[in-house]
């Protein structure tokens, strides 16, 4: 079984930037697709973007311009950089594999 396991999360100032992780074991990494995912509280959780395992990413029109998915096969990781961060980026952020594994989430604060 795939198992995920998120960091990087915090409380940031609108504008600051963060850099989310996701660990992953129990696979061959570099053979999943991945993904992430937000759910502010109260509100259904949403796609922020994806990466394949060749390393080409998509992202939803909100983060666009704003935020970069990237993988370390290597380093079985996965990464969101999320700069330029607004208030309405709050939010859980989850990661999710092809093997349809979730990570427990991470929460993500921009307050100031």
């Known amino acids: 079984q795939v198992q995920l396991v998120e960091s990087g999360g915090g409380l940031v100032q609108p504008g600051g930037s963060l850099r989310l992780s996701c660990a992953a074991s129990?696979?061959?990494?570099?053979?999943?697709?991945m993904y992430w995912y937000r759910q502010a509280p109260g509100k259904t959780r949403e796609w922020v973007g994806s990466i394949t395992n060749l390393g080409s990413a998509g992202y939803a029109d909100p983060v666009k311009g704003r935020f970069t998915i990237s993988r370390d096969n290597a380093k079985n990781t996965l990464y969101l950089q999320m700069n330029s961060l607004k208030p309405e980026d709050t939010a859980v952020y989850y990661c999710?594999?092809?093997?349809?594994?979730w990570g427990q989430g991470t929460q993500v604060t921009v307050s100031s």
């Open positions: 129990g696979s061959i990494f570099s053979g999943y697709m």
């Open positions: 999710k594999s092809g093997s349809g594994a």
